[in-house]
């Protein structure tokens, strides 16, 4: 499946922005890739369908077309938050270490600031899921 993603945090930034611009929070860490949304979706949450994109920094604003190799099961307050994982390809040991730690540890952030936000229900990261590749 290829993927048009919006790149919303360039790989090594620091800040998450709303779709309209506006800091949405400062991270303590970071994003070791790309993060962005997919256009025209929408996820359990009421956001559209995250992605990381992996690969070298990309600016904010980009629009990249790539296969999804993979999707992170991510929980947000209680609603279903996946990620899709994009990239060349293949999904190696390293992305999987790298993507994995990083939303392992996201999601103690994210809980945290899903109850000063007042936002209620669990928040963790779950793991990752392979995407068949297409022929």
Do not use: H, W
């Not at 800040?15 to 949405?24: A, E, L, S």
């Not at 296969?67 to 390293?94: E, M, N």
């Not at 999601?107 to 000063?116: C, D, E, P, S, V």
């Amino acid at each position: 499946m290829i993927l048009e993603v919006v790149i919303e945090v360039p790989r090594g930034s620091f800040v998450k922005r709303d779709d309209d611009g506006r800091v949405d929070y400062l991270s303590p860490l970071p994003s070791p890739f790309n993060y962005g949304s997919v256009p025209d979706t929408v996820s359990g949450d009421g956001d559209r369908v995250d992605a990381v994109v992996l690969g070298a920094r990309l600016p904010q604003g980009a629009r990249v077309k790539l296969p999804a190799l993979g999707v992170v099961r991510f929980l947000d307050a209680g609603q279903s938050d996946p990620k899709y994982i994009c990239g060349t390809g293949p999904l190696g040991r390293g992305d999987r270490l790298l993507v994995g730690g990083f939303f392992a540890a996201y999601a103690y952030l994210k809980g945290a600031l899903n109850l000063l936000r007042g936002k209620r229900g669990p928040t963790r990261y779950d793991g990752i899921d392979d995407l068949p590749a297409e022929p």
